[in-house]
């Protein structure tokens, strides 16, 4: 993982942490992949904060998708992340994905007959600025 000032604070979000230190036990370069995701999702996250006014909102949508098994909670990751930047988490909205394109259950494994679900929910992560 990089080793700078940005780094040990995206790495001292709790739920992020756990859940990369459980896919790099089974797969170090795929944790990788996954800390290079949120890496960039928390400097998404910063370059909006810098352009909302205070008092303002912002909407994330996101999925909580599942990497070797590892459910990661992209919406309770932003909520974690979110203050650093000033913007306080007021709500998370849970929907249903009615009409999905992708199947409910795939193969992330390519073992047959092991399945695992995709994306069936998203979450709206409210933030107010400070």
């Known amino acids: 993982m990089v080793n700078n ?3 040990r604070e995206l790495m001292g979000k709790e739920v992020l942490r756990e859940s990369l230190e459980r896919i ?3 797969d170090a370069e795929r944790a ?7 890496a960039d999702l928390d400097a998404a996250l910063k370059s909006v904060a810098d352009k909302t006014r205070s008092g303002g909102y912002q909407f994330w949508v996101v999925g909580n ?3 070797k098994n590892e459910l990661l ?3 309770v990751i932003i909520t974690e992340l979110a203050p650093q930047y ?3 988490p007021i709500f998370i909205v849970d929907r249903n994905i009615p009409n999905k394109v992708m ?4 193969s992330p494994t390519n073992v047959s007959g092991v399945t695992g679900s995709t994306i069936t929910m998203e979450h709206i992560v409210v933030l107010r600025k400070n």
């Open 5 to 7: 000032e940005s780094a």
């Open 24 to 26: 790099k036990d089974i």
């Open 32 to 38: 990788e992949d996954v800390y290079s995701f949120y």
């Open 65 to 67: 998708r599942t990497v």
């Open 73 to 75: 909670k992209t919406d």
């Open 86 to 88: 000033g913007l306080t």
């Open 103 to 106: 199947p409910s259950q795939n």
